[in-house]
């Protein structure tokens, strides 16, 4: 186990360097998408149609933050981390379409998407879910919106983040996944207490 400061867009050498259980802080520039905005960026790259925004090498943020118009501009209350399994239908095509090298969210991903991280060469960084105010604090300044029409929780904010975490590799460029090897531990726990009790 290691601990990484990152800075955005994120390096492919360095993705790739990672192991699940490592430590990272983020600086730069992350985006959050949830939901509506993976259907809406996938809609528009299967029509052909340029991106208002480059993902490429980014790292995007499963959230839906809460935020408060101040003097003209916005201010973050709250920006906890997502269900990332809600993603698990669309993030595979997303990984590949649009060059994402990090994702950030909570509870891990399924299979499809261990692998298309692994293809692709990105990350699954996980963030202490319940933490969305420390979140918020690592979060400096909104620096844009897009897909603004669906709504605050949809949308795809641009954030600018100064040692944003800490995160830890859920899922590594290896095809590594921490929860399926704790999954695996939690199982094995189990049938060593059910061979003690002889049940």
């Known amino acids: 186990m290691a601990e990484y400061r990152l800075t955005t867009p994120l390096d492919d050498d360095v993705v790739r ?5 490592d430590i990272v802080y983020l600086t730069g520039i992350i985006y959050t998408a949830r939901d509506e905005a993976h259907i809406h960026i996938l809609e528009d790259l299967r029509r052909g149609r340029e991106l208002k925004i480059s993902l490429r090498g980014a790292v995007i943020y499963h959230c839906g933050p809460i935020l408060k118009r101040v003097n ?12 990332s399994s809600r993603m698990n ?5 997303f990984i590949e379409k649009t060059g994402v090298k990090g994702v ?7 299979k499809p998407v261990v692998e298309a991280l ?7 960084l996980s963030f ?4 969305a105010v420390l979140a918020a604090n690592g979060i400096k300044a909104v620096k844009g ?8 929780a949809e949308a795809v904010w641009v954030f600018e983040v100064k040692d944003f975490g800490p995160l830890i590799v859920g899922i590594d460029a290896k095809g590594n ?11 094995q726990n189990i049938q060593r207490v059910r061979e003690k009790l002889s049940i």
């Open 17 to 21: 360097s990672l192991s699940i259980g």
């Open 72 to 83: 003209g501009g916005w201010r973050v209350l709250a920006a906890g981390p997502t269900t």
């Open 89 to 93: 239908p669309l993030e595979p095509e």
């Open 104 to 110: 950030i969210g909570k509870g891990g991903m399924s």
């Open 118 to 124: 692994a293809k692709h060469g990105a990350v699954y």
């Open 128 to 131: 202490t879910g319940g933490a």
């Open 145 to 152: 919106v897009y897909y603004e029409e669906l709504g605050m």
């Open 177 to 187: 996944s921490i929860f399926e090897k704790v999954g695996l531990e939690v199982q």
